[in-house]
């Protein structure tokens, strides 16, 4: 079983609006659906609205909240801005199998490679690659 953490983007994503395509994440087969507290808590924060957050709450109901990692470390080539960097130091310690993020400007250069273990992609290309 593949293990999918969600960058705070993507939950932001999906609860922006309903019938959001992102949601096609929780229908996959196959996959456990993960993402840490500082990723969800910076995506609740970012929603503008009562309805919105509580579709967050009811997608979160669907995804393991991992734990922070601060101790793991990243290899010198994936140095990340200090906010993304809990956020990947997270899926390595979950032993994630992928991160899916739609963040193109922090982590661009590291789309589509392996990073401690975990594959870095975009939503889009990681759904059309299941």
């Keep these: 079983m593949l293990?999918?953490?969600?960058?705070?983007?993507?939950?932001f994503s999906a609860a922006w609006r309903e019938g959001a395509g992102l949601l096609k994440?929780?229908?996959?087969?196959?996959?456990?659906?993960?993402?840490?507290?500082?990723a969800a808590e910076e995506?609740?924060?970012?929603l503008d609205s009562a309805a919105r957050r509580a579709r967050l709450e009811k997608l979160l109901e669907d995804v393991e909240i991992v734990p922070e990692s601060p101790g793991t470390s990243l290899p010198p080539e994936a140095r990340l801005p200090a906010g993304d960097e809990p956020i990947l130091k997270a899926a390595i310690a979950a032993r994630a199998t992928h991160l899916v993020?739609?963040?193109?400007?922090?982590?661009?250069?590291?789309?589509d490679r392996e990073v401690g273990g975990v594959r870095?992609?975009?939503?889009?290309?990681?759904l059309r690659t299941r």
């Design 3 to 11: 293990r999918v953490f969600l960058d705070a983007n993507v939950l």
């Design 25 to 38: 994440l929780w229908e996959t087969p196959g996959i456990r659906l993960l993402t840490s507290g500082y």
């Design 43 to 46: 995506a609740r924060r970012n």
């Design 101 to 111: 993020t739609g963040d193109l400007r922090d982590f661009g250069r590291l789309l």
């Design 120 to 126: 870095i992609q975009t939503p889009g290309v990681f």
